[in-house]
Every structure is written in structure tokens, then in C-alpha cells.
């Protein structure tokens, strides 16, 4: 199968930046995704990038692709204390299976 | 709300006892997946149903079966748990397969092996 590797954990302070690192190894990844998943909760879509495109901004997230590297980032502005959470990157390996990395633990702390 | 609704939330059960976790979609989706999540692991897809059409992973054990009576449920049947089973179950919905249909995630089912 296709892997995706990211950090499993990052702690930053209430109101920086964060930045979370992903690489995947499928090079015909068509979609990436963001997942936030919250303690007791499901995954939810944060944001996802097509493969053709570099950066995607939408509101406090900022997604970049380095396609000739592999790599993905999300940076989140301004943490809160609610982005606390697992955030999860994901490629689209094939038309229906998306596969994920383990997940990074962000902690903001005050 | 349109959503995914996972029951139980959580469930325990003794080993090789059989098992059955609901999933329930108000959303009307075609496809409906089932994800298995190890402690700090990657969710894994087991596999999904795309209308009554039903797909295995290959590396899915025997073990795990499923079976969709309509197109609003989906039930993961576990036929004898082990330890190694015990995980966060979760089920994903999307409109049609292919890269450009989000996936919608229930909340999840613990479960325990005794």
C-alpha cells in the first residue's frame, strides 16, 4: 500500500503558528486531505489540495504541496486551544481508499 | 442534520463472542466504508459497500464481515474477537467513489475485548 508519514506529535503555544508535516509516496496522488479528529470524535475534513495546485489558503489553515518532493504541510494560524487535536493527512491511493498516516497530536498550550 | 451515526459508541465483549457494530446514515450516500483505528495508528479501510456491491481489502481478515441491508445501514460483524480486535471502529460515507466525493465520518464505536 501507499504510505504517509507525518510527525506524531507537536505542542505550541496559544497563539502561534503551528506547522504540521506529512510525505506520502504514491507520485499519482490526485487529492490530499486534512482530518481533525477530537478527542471521543469521528474525522472531519479540514481541507484538502489537488495535486496541480501548490498552496491552498481558507481562513486560519494554509496547505502546502511540494509535489516533486512529496510533501504536505498545514499550518494553522493563531492556534487556539480548540485546534488541540489529532491531525491526520491523507492521500487518495486509488478511487475509493484513502490512506492515512498515524496522525500528529497537537497540544496548545496557554 | 444529514450525518453518520455510529452505535454503540462503545462496546465490549468477551473474546471470540460475536459482535455487531451499526452505522446509519441519513445522507444517502451510495457508498458507506468501515475503518479500523489502532491505538495511535492510521485508520485502515476493511472495506465498503458501493451501493449493494461489496469490496474487501485484501488483507482483511475473515474475521470481519458486513452486510448492508439498505442503503441507510451498515453493520460490521466481528464473528470471534480477539485482543488484537479491540480498536475504534469508525464508518465513512460518500455521495459516489472517486477522488472528488468527501468522505463523512461517523463518530466511531471503542471497542473492547475481554
Known amino acids: 500500500g501507499e504510505d504517509v508519514e507525518q510527525s506524531l506529535f507537536l505542542s505550541v503555544r496559544e497563539g502561534d503558528s503551528s506547522v504540521i508535516n506529512c510525505t506520502y509516496t504514491?507520485?499519482?496522488?490526485?487529492?490530499l486531505y486534512w482530518y481533525k479528529q477530537e478527542p471521543g470524535a469521528g474525522l472531519q475534513l479540514l481541507t484538502y489540495?489537488?495535486?496541480?495546485?501548490d498552496m491552498k489558503q481558507d481562513q486560519r489553515l494554509t496547505v502546502l504541496l511540494n509535489k516533486k518532493d512529496k510533501h504536505l504541510s498545514l499550518r494553522i494560524a493563531d492556534t487556539q486551544t480548540g485546534d488541540s487535536a489529532i491531525y491526520f493527512c491523507?492521500?487518495?491511493?486509488?478511487?475509493?481508499?484513502?490512506?492515512f498516516g498515524a496522525g500528529t497530536t497537537v497540544t496548545v498550550r496557554a | 442534520d444529514a450525518m453518520v451515526i455510529q452505535n454503540p459508541r462503545y462496546q465490549v465483549t468477551q473474546f471470540g463472542k460475536p459482535v455487531t457494530l451499526s452505522c446509519s446514515q441519513t445522507?444517502?450516500?451510495?457508498?458507506m466504508y468501515w475503518y479500523q483505528q489502532k491505538s495511535s495508528q492510521a485508520p485502515k479501510l476493511l472495506f465498503h459497500y458501493y451501493d449493494k456491491d461489496f469490496n474487501n481489502e485484501a488483507d482483511t481478515p475473515d474475521n470481519f464481515q458486513s452486510r448492508r441491508p439498505n442503503t441507510s445501514f451498515c453493520f460490521l460483524d466481528i464473528r470471534s474477537p480477539g485482543l488484537g480486535d479491540a480498536a475504534m471502529y469508525l464508518c465513512?460515507?460518500?455521495?459516489?467513489?472517486?477522488?472528488?466525493?468527501?468522505?463523512?465520518f461517523g463518530p466511531g464505536t471503542r471497542l473492547t475485548v475481554l
Open positions: 465513512a460515507t460518500s455521495p459516489e467513489r472517486g477522488a472528488g466525493h468527501e468522505q463523512f
Open positions: 445522507l444517502n450516500h451510495n457508498v
Open positions: 491523507a492521500d487518495r491511493s486509488n478511487d475509493y481508499k484513502l490512506s
Open positions: 489540495i489537488f495535486s496541480n495546485m
Open positions: 504514491d507520485s499519482s496522488s490526485t487529492y
